[in-house]
């Protein structure tokens, strides 16, 4: 469902040792062992979901979309990069649902995004999912200070009926601001953190109430569950893995990961949470870049080319499309255009990304291809459970605990004394 191809100078991306502490990464993770192991409730999550959950996720999402035009979804890092990554992929490019949008807020904090917002939303009807796992987080809190106020004017007392909660079963100020209203509450799993929390109700219900199959979804990251268990050197999380972690010794410490698909840029920008956050720790860890083609080409592309030898690229690579559009003859020729008469556009960014690797991989870039045959809810399912399962055996490999992310308590902290928080 996904391979992993590799083309550089490095002959042997899975030397003896490396296959030795890759098969004890894989008895560690399976057995549940081995730093962080009490994080790991993601691996097996998607086998263990019931219809019955699943059901309710669907029932709710239907409730909204039947009470909303507009579901406002609230959170930042982990509790919004999965459902924004899936819906972005799968949504058309314009006219995204006329009868019903998702829109994200929370994940910055910018008042003017805030306030345009409110006007924005105020002919429609509107629903909130307010998304946090600490329940403590200031970007979402805030964004919500602003929006639950915003509601309860607009509704009174029928606001609570259209505010969704999910949060930690037992702590947090959500989850007492949740109890004390009466939202509906969802859980976040305590063994799940964020980043790896795309399949359970963080990503579900938004991705359910944007109009997608869940249980497709889910079909596919169960397909991936038991087909990347097996430990071998074919199995694709393995090989990507092990070829990452070959670079990174080599001196290879930055990772460009580059799509042809516009619509693909949020599994970009989830990804770059998934590694960075994940693997970006002790004074180790590959910087996770990422480019989209052809546009990048003519901005980025120049040092990707050229400049500093560090880099290596991952291209991912859907192989096909079900919408296209095939260059014609042109009667007069003026744009000299005529000799790609017949080929599809997508059959150009598959030529243009072997151009692009070629020309890359003589510029001194190695080249890894991540290939997914189409992208619907079965294969992204299938592709966000094979990234997460690849970057807990790359972080093992360096050392390093995948599943925590101490760094970014130090800024909270500075941005807190400055602004005066009680204990800070
Ligand atoms: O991956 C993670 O754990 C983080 O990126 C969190 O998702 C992010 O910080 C948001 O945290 P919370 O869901 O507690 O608001």
Do not use: C, H, P
């Given at each position: 469902m996904v391979s992993v191809t590799y083309s550089g100078q490095?002959?042997?991306?899975?030397t003896e040792t490396k296959k030795e502490k890759l098969e004890s990464i894989h008895r560690g993770l399976y057995a549940k062992e081995?730093?962080?192991?009490?994080?790991?409730?993601?691996?097996d999550w998607p086998s263990g979901l019931s219809q019955e959950f699943l059901d309710q996720i669907k029932q709710t999402a239907e409730q909204i979309r039947s009470q909303a035009d507009v579901l406002i979804v609230i959170g930042i890092g982990g509790s919004y990069l999965g459902a924004k990554a899936v819906i972005e992929a799968l949504q058309p490019h314009f006219e995204k649902n006329p009868e019903f949008e998702v829109i994200f807020a929370g994940h910055q904090v910018s008042g003017a995004y805030l306030k345009q917002l409110m006007a924005y939303v105020d002919d429609k009807e509107v629903a909130l999912n307010v998304i946090s796992?600490?329940?403590?987080?200031t970007e979402p809190a805030l964004a919500f200070r602003f929006l639950q106020q915003y509601m309860q004017e607009r509704y009174g007392a029928d606001a609570a009926s259209r505010i969704y909660v999910t949060t930690?079963?037992?702590?947090?100020a959500l989850l007492t601001l949740a109890k004390e209203q009466g939202y509906k509450r969802f859980v976040v799993p305590d063994d799940v953190g964020g980043r790896y929390s795309v399949f359970t109700a963080v990503g579900l219900l938004p991705i359910a109430a944007a109009g997608f199959d869940v249980e497709r979804l889910i079909s596919g990251a169960k397909a991936a569950e038991e087909e990347l268990k097996t430990f071998g050197e074919d199995n694709p999380a393995i090989r990507y893995a092990a070829i990452r972690h070959s670079l990174y010794e080599q001196g290879y410490t930055n990772e460009v990961l580059a799509t042809f698909e516009p619509k693909l840029n949020f599994v970009q920008e989830w990804w770059k949470q998934l590694f960075g956050e994940s693997e970006g720790k002790e004074g180790k860890g590959i910087f996770p870049v990422s480019v989209v083609y052809t546009t990048d080409l003519h901005s980025l592309g120049q040092y990707i080319q050229d400049g500093k030898r560090n880099l290596f690229e991952s291209f991912l690579v859907v192989?096909?499309?079900d919408e296209d559009l095939e260059v014609f003859e042109a009667d007069n020729n003026l744009d000299q255009l005529n000799y790609l008469s017949g080929l599809s556009l997508h059959d150009f960014n598959l030529t243009a990304y072997k151009g692009v690797s070629e020309a890359h991989l003589n510029g001194g870039v190695p080249q890894v291809g991540i290939h997914v045959n189409q992208m619907d809810e079965y294969h992204v399912g299938y592709l966000l459970y094979f990234y997460m399962l690849s970057c807990a055996y790359s972080a093992y490999l360096l050392e390093i605990n995948p599943f925590n992310q101490p760094g970014v308590e130090d800024y909270k902290t500075a941005i807190f004394r400055l602004l005066n928080k009680p204990g800070y």
């Open positions: 490095m002959e042997d991306v899975l081995g730093a962080g192991s009490e994080f790991l409730g993601w691996l796992k600490s329940g403590t987080t930690d079963e037992n702590k947090g192989e096909e499309t």
